[in-house]
């Protein structure tokens, strides 16, 4: 598994001058206040999860990685470990970047606003895994893109449709809740929703044919 | 002879187009066996049922004597894989395929790795998407024996190829069965590789195994006998396998020429070629 984990950031290094340079226009917009970094962590990190599973697809990846040992189990595992892995890195990036940004703009940190905003990114990234990932095992990564775009509107739509109805401010409360204890509950919120996520990726390619 | 792949029964079926079925195969340690069949025959599924990157409905494989279903971690460390479409990660180069390959075989040999890239001329840094089609198939068979497997199995592996690349890889294939422990099962349509290096052919067509026989059975037994088209009248049905007809003559495919020679002495009879028996049973008329 530490093979496929292994190719899947070698794509990413190959694939770097690109990310640089999106990463370049980003922290433009950063020190101009027109985006915040802990932002750019899923947004950049879903594009690079996305690339591999792209080149996956591409180059016919998939077909010869279950002929490897214990391929067809690895790959998935493979898949979310180093999305983990990377979610981290880009995490602690993110916070260091973070720090910078505010001392340099005001000489002053909030270290536990920055903290916190962060926590809230790595849970979106880990939402937009948990939610995405099952869809591209399934369809590929085209169109499995096209899938998760019309699930998230369709249930946001859906959403704001209920809302006209019914009085959201329990659920609204619950996760303003979240916010006070994020250190703890997102952290055990990620792996329950990471793991729901393997265990349906896991069952789609282990039956998968190529 | 300790038999390395053994195939019962195997069946798999594609919606109401396709169906492989009633497939039987033995093969024996230190052989090459080549597959052989038109586009569509089911050479691929019948090699992606063996590896299951598809799923069979039903039948028995059993390699180098193990079960597949219950040992197939074990199974697939001791084969190399090489499949029809080119599967590397394009953006990847020869040292970074040594990188990860080195962690998912137990066996990988990173030195006979970089040995192998030396003596077929391949570059270890230059990506694989500015390498050409041969030097990429090269790199493929390559890694493919670089964790010393005791069985190959190449979907295609020549295809696309031009002559000094195909006999460079046919070479390979030739020196990785020399010490007869190892064994090579290879599809393709190009049958003219076959007559060099096969021990056996399999011929697949519409989805069934007309026959597994040694090359050399093939070679000496069968034959193509010509006749005038008045002369076709006197030839025994029972042995004509297919036939074709041409502007002024019959081309009758028959698997005992000796025999035939001696019945119908005024007739010719020419050496079979793999293309000739494969062309001949695909295209040509049956009588029953």
Redesign the interface.
């Known amino acids: 598994m530490l093979g496929l984990i292994k190719k899947d950031f070698l794509i990413i290094k190959a694939n770097s001058k690109q990310m640089l340079i999106i990463f370049a226009i980003y922290l433009i917009l950063i020190f101009q206040g027109t985006m915040d970094i802990t932002f750019v962590v899923p947004l950049i990190g879903i594009m690079l999860f996305i690339s591999t599973f792209s080149y996956d697809d591409f180059n016919n990846w998939n077909p010869y990685a279950v002929t490897l040992p214990d391929g067809r189990k690895n790959v998935v595992k493979a898949k979310y470990i180093s999305s983990v892995i990377l979610t981290v890195i880009l995490s602690i990036v993110a916070l260091a970047f973070g720090v910078g940004v505010a001392y340099i703009k005001s000489n002053s940190i909030n270290i536990e606003e920055i903290l916190s905003s962060l926590m809230g990114t790595v849970l979106s990234s880990v939402i937009i895994i948990s939610l995405l990932y099952p869809i591209v095992f399934k369809f590929g990564a085209t169109n499995g893109r096209i899938i998760l775009f019309v699930v998230v509107f369709g249930a946001a739509g859906i959403g704001a449709l209920v809302a006209q109805f019914i009085d959201m401010t329990p659920i609204i409360n619950m996760i303003n809740g979240l916010d006070s204890c994020s250190l703890i509950a997102i952290p055990i919120i990620s792996i329950i929703l990471l793991g729901i996520s393997y265990l349906i990726s896991n069952k789609i390619y282990q039956n998968k044919e190529f | 002879m300790e038999n390395i792949i053994e195939i019962k029964n195997l069946k798999k079926k594609y919606d109401d187009k396709f169906e492989l079925g009633e497939i039987d195969i033995t093969i024996p340690k230190g052989v090459i066996v080549g597959l052989i069949g038109e586009n569509g025959a089911g050479k691929t599924t019948l090699i ?1 049922s063996m ?5 069979i409905d039903s039948g028995e494989i059993k390699i180098f004597g193990k079960d597949y279903k219950r040992k ?3 199974i ?2 001791d ?1 190399g ?1 090489v ?1 029809d ?8 180069n020869a040292k ?1 395929i040594n ?8 066996n990988w040999d990173s030195e006979l790795y970089f040995s192998y890239l030396k003596e077929f001329d391949l570059p270890d840094n230059k ?1 694989l998407k500015s390498m050409s089609k041969g030097m990429r198939k090269k790199l493929e068979i390559v890694t493919a024996i670089s964790h010393k497997p005791k069985l190959l199995i190449l979907d295609e592996p020549t295809s696309g190829l031009d002559p000094v690349v195909r006999a460079e890889v046919l070479e390979i294939f030739q020196k990785f069965i020399e010490d007869e422990e190892h064994s090579i099962l290879l599809s393709t349509h190009i049958t003219s590789d076959l007559e060099h290096i096969a021990d056996e052919i399999i011929f697949i067509d519409k989805g069934k195994m007309l026959f597994q026989k040694s090359r050399d059975e093939i070679i000496d037994n069968y034959g193509i006998l010509k006749c005038n088209i008045d002369y076709f009248s006197n030839i025994d049905k029972k042995d004509i396998i297919a036939y074709k007809k041409t502007k002024y003559a019959y081309e009758i495919l028959v698997s005992n020429k000796e025999q035939a020679s001696r019945k119908y002495n005024g007739c010719v009879i020419d050496k079979i070629t793999l293309e000739d028996l494969m062309v001949l049973v695909i295209k040509g008329e049956k009588v029953c």
Do not use: T
């Open positions: 992606k590896l299951n990157i598809i799923k197939e971690k074990e697939k460390e084969i894989v499949l479409n080119m599967f590397f990660p394009e953006l990847l970074d990188n990860s390959m080195k962690d998912i075989y137990k990506p």
